[in-house]
């Protein structure tokens, strides 16, 4: 079972987007690969976003950066939503 880390960024302007990221580790899995998701939603649990890391996991700052770009970058964010009904899943939790 992976690990599931909520995150806070900080702002200027208030926004509804809430952020986590869920990693799993190679032992955890069949192909023997660091996998990291970083997730997004928004308060209304209306639109939910994706972005996969397979094998090579990310730098420490690139999440966060995506977070933030998320919040002020329309186009960057919408580039990200998905329509996946796992992703739902993953969110009723938390």
């Not at 900080?10 to 997730?39: C, I, M």
């Not at 890391?53 to 933030?68: T, W």
Request: proline content about 4%.
């Amino acid at each position: 079972m992976g690990i599931w880390s909520d995150f806070k960024i900080k702002s200027r302007r208030k926004h509804p987007w809430l952020f986590a990221t869920y990693t799993e580790f190679p032992s955890e899995r069949q192909d023997g690969l660091w996998y990291e998701a970083f997730l997004f939603r928004n308060e209304d649990r209306t639109t939910f976003g994706l972005h996969e890391f397979n094998g090579d996991l990310p730098q420490r700052n690139v999440v966060p950066s995506m977070a933030k770009r998320c919040v002020t970058d329309e186009q960057y964010r919408q580039s990200m939503i998905s329509e996946d009904k796992e992703i739902k899943k993953w969110w009723k939790k938390h």
